[in-house]
């Protein structure tokens, strides 16, 4: 399986990084071995010293398919759920100011933790979806699926024109502002409306 990640998906988050909005979605891809699952903790990698956390909402892919109109896109994915694009801020500054991709800085072991996932029927509204972060108690990211700048299925449309998308492909659908540092110690939890999904510590 493959994780594809969607950067800049929400205009507030563009905004917080002094960009401009994009016209296409912005698209990058993450190894199997960065996903995080069962609550495990999250080890803070020694050749960063800027972890930052993007709480986001995240698809699973259950058809395989190429070439998606939008209008069909639904019927690729039954779940949605909850994860965090752990970013080496740092990295990922140094490898931009260069014009180099972003892979380390996204893609490390450990970046892509996820939690419990939800039949999409259960959410109602997949253009209404609430979601939340909280650090050590405190709610540090709340964020809407009607802000999106791409939804869903526009995601799945642009993405299947390049990669042929197979079951139990995940899509990282890009996170609302508030993004920032974690430490050794931390505890992330994170929701869709009021069902806690992820809940892990950062060792
Ligand atoms: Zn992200």
């Known amino acids: 399986m493959k994780i594809i990640g969607v ?4 205009v507030n988050h563009a905004k917080e990084f002094g960009g401009d909005v994009p016209k296409e979605p912005v698209i990058f891809l993450m190894p199997e071995t960065a996903l995080i699952t069962r609550n495990l903790p999250f080890f ?9 956390y993007e709480v986001e909402l995240v698809v699973k892919i259950s058809r395989l398919g190429k070439n998606i109109p939008e209008k069909f ?20 500054r140094q490898a931009g100011a260069a014009g180099l991709p972003w ?12 939690g419990t996932f939800v039949n999409k029927a259960e959410l109602g509204d ?39 998308i197979k079951i139990g492909d995940l899509i990282f659908t890009g996170t609302p502002s508030g993004v920032g540092p974690v430490k050794i110690g931390d505890n992330l939890v994170a929701r869709i409306g009021d069902h806690e999904l992820l809940n892990f510590n950062v060792r």
Not at 73 to 92: M, P, S
Not at 105 to 111: E, L, P, V
């Open 7 to 10: 950067g800049l998906n929400y």
């Open 44 to 52: 803070y990698p020694d050749f960063s010293s800027q972890i930052e």
């Open 73 to 92: 896109a639904h019927r690729y994915y039954e779940e949605i759920g909850i994860g965090i694009d752990f970013t080496a801020r740092d990295l990922q």
């Open 103 to 114: 892979t380390i800085s996204k893609g490390f072991d450990g970046a892509a933790p996820i």
């Open 126 to 164: 997949l253009n209404n979806i609430s979601f939340s972060l909280e650090k050590n108690g405190q709610l540090v990211q709340q964020g809407n699926s009607a802000d999106m700048l791409f939804s869903f299925d526009a995601l799945i449309a642009y993405i299947s024109r390049f990669f042929t």
